[in-house]
């Protein structure tokens, strides 16, 4: 069973790379520089975080340096799509933090892989209920979809937030692997701030497959097992994840749990908290638990 709860992450969190091609995993050279809860908890907490599902409108205003005419319109057709914002008041955060989702209708990469194994029941079900959720979502982000060039979204607003400032940083391609995993690190602390679930669940994927980390979690189990921290590192977040926007990153039909169902056709219809309660050992409950305690600090 622990070989199992621990094969969902490594699969969900390829087939999704395959699908968002921005994400950065550590790179498992990186030095195994530690820092102290203290020195990461410096980051400024910035006053944009959404911690339920309910919206409210985006008022930020737009930094915009170009004269292109064509480009302002886009801009403000994009801010009137995300009007009612999910995540963060920043709209380059929001359009970040929808990215995954999105990127599944526009790449078709959750359908595709469903359809090679839609002879299951539940899997033509689960079929069906994404293709109408990519339905509703053309509808709903026209000119995001619109958009086939995933730096020219980036490109069309400027950080407001310092999460923002950070996933900005964290795309430069010159950074060192040192400061690669340093900035992933302030990213997960920042997004847990904020309460940003969408944020959260792309860095939980991350240590699944990361190399060393720069927090204590090997102390903190009492193990030499560094994959192994890293995979109840990564189950301990996406728990977090769960607790804000009234669990959407961790819903049947999210991304992880799409990706799980297009291979193990008896996880399709299930949310990741139910599970994660079927296919984890107790002890591997202790753990997590102890890990989510540790990163619930960054919260406060």
């Known amino acids: 069973m622990k070989t199992k709860a621990l094969g969902l992450l490594s699969l969900a ?4 790379c395959l699908g968002y091609p921005a994400l950065h995993a ?23 975080s959404v911690s339920s599902r309910e919206s409210i409108p985006i008022t930020a205003k737009v930094d915009v340096t170009t004269t292109d005419t064509t480009v302002s319109e886009l801009q403000q057709q994009v801010l ?15 359009i970040y933090s929808m990215e995954w989702t999105l990127e599944m209708c526009k790449t078709n990469i959750f359908v595709n892989e469903l359809i090679k194994h839609a002879s299951y029941q539940q899997q033509q079900k689960i079929t069906q209920s994404i293709q109408q959720k990519c339905e509703l979502s053309h509808t709903k982000y026209p000119s995001l979809f619109a958009i086939n060039d995933r730096k020219k979204t980036n490109a069309l607003f400027e950080p407001q937030s310092q999460l923002g400032q950070l996933i900005k ?17 302030q ?8 309460g940003n679930s969408s944020v959260m669940m792309l860095s939980a994927m991350m240590h699944s497959w990361g190399g060393n980390t720069i927090f204590p979690i090997t102390q903190i189990l009492k193990t030499h097992d560094q ?14 994840a769960c607790q804000y926007q009234q669990g959407v990153t961790c819903d049947s039909t999210s991304a992880l749990m799409l990706l799980t169902c297009a291979h193990e056709p008896q996880v399709c219809g299930l949310d990741y908290q139910t599970w994660y309660l079927q296919n984890t050992l107790p002890g591997m409950k202790k753990d997590v638990a102890q890990l989510m305690d540790y990163y619930q600090q960054f919260r406060e």
Not at 13 to 16: C, G, S, Y
Not at 26 to 48: C, G, M, Q, W
Not at 187 to 194: A, D, G, V
């Open 13 to 16: 969190l390829l087939l999704l």
């Open 26 to 48: 550590p790179e498992p050279t990186a030095a195994p520089t530690r820092l102290s809860p203290d020195s990461i908890r410096s980051v400024p907490t910035t006053k944009n």
């Open 80 to 94: 009137d799509e995300i009007n009612f914002q999910l995540y963060s008041d920043d709209p380059f955060v929001e």
């Open 169 to 185: 940083t964290s795309e430069n391609p010159h950074l060192t692997a040192f400061d690669r995993q340093t900035v992933s690190m």
């Open 187 to 194: 990213i997960l602390t920042q997004s847990i701030k904020e």
């Open 227 to 240: 994959q192994y921290a890293n995979q109840i590192s990564s189950m301990a977040i996406m728990l977090l």
